[in-house]
C-alpha cells in the first residue's frame, strides 16, 4: 500500500493509483487495437471505435465521481455536493452509455445527412462487431484499476487476522478485496478471450454483466470501506447495482441471439485490401 504520492511532476503528485489507472487505460485500448487488426476492421472502423471509444472513458471517469457524489449527498445531505471519489459501475453506466450514444448519433444522424468526407461512414464493420471483445479490454482495464485500488488503501474489505494492511486509514489487516477483485477481473478476461478468439463466443458483453454482477454482489459483504447510500439499508448501491447488471447481461444474451447477431457485418470473412494485404509476411518470412 502506497497512498501517498510516488514523487512529484511539477509540484504534482504522481500516485501509484493513478499510474495503475493508466496503465490499465492504455492495456485495455491497446488490446482492443489488436482485436479490431485480427478481426479485420478497416482503418476507418478502428480509429472511430478507438476516438469513441476515447470519450466514453473520459465520461465514465466522470459518471464514477458523479455517481459517488450522488451517494455521499444521500448519505449526509448536510455537507452538499462535492465532486470526488469515484465508484465503478457508476463509471461503467456512464462510458457505456455515452459510447452507444455517440456512436449511435455518428452512424444514424451525423453519416448519413453529412457532406464532410471524413465523416462519412465507410467502416467495414460495425458497433455489434466489436460488443463481443469489448467487455474484454474493460476487464482488463478495471483490473488494472483495482491494484490501483489496492496501493492506494480504498476500497479495503473487514479486518481478518490472515489479511494484510490495505486501508489508508490504518495498518489493521483486513481481506484484500481490492486483490481478490483484480485476480477475479484477470481470470474473466482469459476466460472471455478464450471463448471469443477460439470458440467465436459473441455473447461476452452478457456474460461480463452476469459474472461481474454476481461477483461485486458476493464481494460488498466483505468490504468495509465507506460506498455511499443508505444507513441501515439491507443491500449497499453498489449490491443494487449489481442485480441491475445481472438482469441486463441475461437480457443481452437474447438481444444478440435474436438481433444483434444479424446485424454483425463479419469483416473477417471479407478480403483485405492491398495496403493490408502488403503489412502481411511474405512466404517464408514469417518465421515458420
Known amino acids: 500500500m502506497h497512498p501517498q504520492p510516488l514523487f512529484h511532476i511539477f509540484g504534482q503528485g504522481v500516485y501509484a493509483y493513478g499510474i495503475c489507472m493508466a496503465v490499465g487505460i492504455i492495456a485495455c485500448f491497446g488490446f482492443l487495437l489488436f482485436a479490431m487488426w485480427y478481426k479485420n476492421f478497416n482503418e476507418e ?3 472511430k471505435v478507438l476516438l469513441i471509444g476515447l470519450f466514453g472513458t473520459g465520461f465514465g471517469i ?9 451517494y455521499d449527498v444521500i448519505a449526509n445531505p448536510s455537507a452538499g455536493f462535492k465532486l470526488g471519489g469515484m465508484t465503478f459501475i457508476g463509471g461503467l453506466i456512464g462510458g457505456v452509455g455515452s459510447f452507444l450514444a455517440v456512436w449511435n448519433i455518428y452512424v444514424y444522424v451525423i453519416a448519413p445527412r453529412t457532406k464532410i468526407k471524413l465523416l462519412k461512414n465507410n467502416m467495414n464493420a460495425g458497433l455489434t462487431d466489436a460488443l463481443p471483445f469489448i467487455p474484454i479490454g474493460i476487464a482488463i482495464a478495471h483490473a488494472f484499476g483495482r491494484f490501483g485500488c489496492f496501493w492506494g488503501g480504498c476500497c479495503y474489505g473487514k479486518e481478518a487476522e490472515w489479511g494484510l494492511p490495505c486501508s489508508q486509514y490504518d495498518n489493521i489487516p ?3 478485496t481490492q486483490l481478490f477483485e483484480m485476480s477475479f477481473l484477470f481470470l474473466l478476461a482469459g476466460v472471455m478471450a478464450l471463448l471469443y478468439f477460439r470458440f467465436k463466443f459473441n455473447y461476452n458483453f452478457g456474460l461480463y454483466a452476469v459474472a461481474y454482477g454476481i461477483w461485486r454482489f458476493i464481494l460488498e459483504f466483505f468490504r468495509d470501506d465507506y460506498r455511499g447510500g443508505i ?3 439491507a443491500l449497499s448501491p453498489s449490491q443494487i447495482q449489481s442485480i441491475i447488471m445481472v438482469i441486463l447481461g441475461v437480457g443481452y444474451f437474447f438481444l444478440q441471439y435474436y ?3 444479424k446485424m454483425m457485418k463479419h469483416p473477417e470473412l471479407q478480403p483485405r485490401t492491398k495496403s493490408e494485404k502488403k503489412a502481411e509476411p511474405a512466404d517464408g518470412q514469417n518465421g515458420e
Do not use: H, K, N, Y
Open 231 to 233: 444507513e441501515g439499508a
Open 62 to 70: 466522470f459518471a464514477a465521481m458523479l455517481f459517488q457524489s450522488v
Open 45 to 47: 472502423a478502428t480509429d
Open 174 to 176: 483486513r481481506i484484500p
Open 259 to 261: 438481433l444483434l447477431a
